[in-house]
């Protein structure tokens, strides 16, 4: 018979092993998203989280990408306006036995970006206001919010599709 001791020495060095794989995956995916992000320095970087996006009437897959945390990518544009169409997804946590990843039905809208930004594009369940209150004004600068409701026409809204710009220059408000 085993000795429990022999055991726990194997499923310990087995979860070690996994566990050194597992971050140099993430090391090397984050110095992935790191270069990527140098080299684009000089255009608009715009983050998504959702699927089946479409820019400019392109489908996303003909885009040069990175894939971020969380399944999210991350594509750099040119300065300028640009037509964004997507099925947007949350990346918040939601309460235990609820959806977590709902999903909202194919949105398209006008977004003007600017060289040398990042922009972050998500479905959140409140608005830009609500969740700088709670968060005590800990978030980006909203640069657009679309309410989304579940009944066509319905004044009740039940998520908002975010644009935020992380990199709020020096003086400016978030």
């Known amino acids: 018979m085993i000795d429990t001791k022999v ?5 310990g060095g087995v979860w070690l092993l996994l566990s050194e794989i597992m971050m140099s995956i993430r090391k ?14 000089d255009k608009a970087l715009l983050q998504l989280c959702g699927k089946k996006f479409w820019i400019d009437g392109r489908d996303l897959a003909l885009f040069e990408t990175v894939s971020a945390k969380k399944l999210q990518e991350i594509v750099a544009l040119p300065e300028g306006s640009h037509r964004i169409a997507g099925i947007y997804e949350s990346p918040e946590v939601r309460a ?9 039905e194919k949105v398209e809208f006008d977004l003007e970006l600017e060289k040398g930004r990042r922009y972050s594009i998500a479905m959140y369940a409140h608005s830009p206001e ?3 209150e709670y968060l005590k004004g800990d978030v980006p600068r909203d640069v657009l919010s679309i309410p ?8 009740d809204v039940k998520a908002y599709i ?3 710009q992380d990199n709020v220059g020096e003086g400016e408000a978030s």
């Open 7 to 11: 055991i726990f020495a194997i499923v």
């Open 162 to 164: 975010i644009v935020y």
């Open 28 to 41: 090397k995916r984050n110095s992935k998203v790191e270069a990527y992000l140098t080299a684009n320095a």
């Open 148 to 155: 989304l409701t579940l009944v066509k026409g319905s004044e």
């Open 96 to 104: 235990p036995g609820k959806n977590s990843k709902p999903e909202s």
């Open 130 to 132: 609500e969740r700088r």
